[in-house]
């Protein structure tokens, strides 16, 4: 079986002129579907890794974009096996190539995609934050963050019984304003500073730990949860074991979604799935 992973996309760099009206969030993502396409090619200029859309597919119905991810080296040597000299051989392919189905909901702001193990869901996310500014340089860098599965984000922080400190990096939200709720004062903070991203750092002891109930803490915590963020949370559990939660490293805490391996190489396909199962 493969897995379905899901990245929220969230309008960074410029996000302050939606705050002030001057543009919207739509305008933003209907220039970024316009603006995708098979030709534009991103290059690393370290390595010569290429990388590209192809077999690119777009539904101007619902706004979505089906397409390959490629990733192109300069060229790969691989062994052969000559089986009537019963020896090795090195033989040097050019332009190999890795690829990550997905199918990008540009409405609702979801990409589901399906990685491999030469071709990470971490470095997909690093590399289509990037492509995605290549191609529609108008709407500002962007930040793609992993979707967690919440139900068990909620289960590991009911765990903490007694939090000692939580460290959480949120960016501005694209719409959801109810998020500022009970973190007003932090929320006009960041519209004066025009900042695409703060750091919080909360610590106490475990005699006294942090208030888990607090406005501050629940309202970071919501953050993280509705695709704004990250954290780590350190406390110990009623028992007394220490506990952390690292929403960077915890792979229990990432939401997937199983299928087929005869699909995953189907961007349409892992659209069906996603439509099908609801589960964006």
Known sequence: M?????????????????????TTIKTFLD???????????????????????????????????????????????????DEKNDELKEQIVESPADYIAFSFFVHREMIAFVPKQAFSRQHFLKVFADFIYLCSPQIGRVNLQIKLDNKELDKKFAEINTMKKISVVIVPPNSDKDLWKGLESISEELEETEATE??????????KPLVKSSE??????????????????????????PLEI????????????????SIKNSPNEIASEVIDKNIL
């Not at 750091?199 to 106490?204: D, G, I, R, V």
């Open 31 to 81: 220039q970024l579907y316009i603006d995708i396409d098979s030709n534009r090619v991103m290059e690393d200029e370290m390595s010569g890794v290429r990388y590209k859309i192809v077999d690119i597919e777009k539904n101007p119905n619902d706004f979505v974009i089906n397409g390959k991810f490629l990733r192109i080296e300069k060229s790969k040597t691989q062994n052969t096996y």
């Open 246 to 261: 690292n929403t960077l490293k915890n792979k229990e805490l990432i939401e997937k979604h199983k299928i087929p391996e």
């Open 2 to 22: 493969a897995n379905i992973y899901l990245a929220k996309l969230n309008v960074n760099e410029k996000i302050h002129s939606v705050y002030k009206g001057e």
């Open 216 to 241: 501050l803490v629940k309202g970071l915590y919501n953050f993280v949860k509705r695709g704004y963020g990250e954290m780590v949370a350190e406390g110990k559990g009623i028992d007394g074991m």
């Open 198 to 207: 703060m750091e919080f750092s909360l610590k106490a002891s475990i005699r």
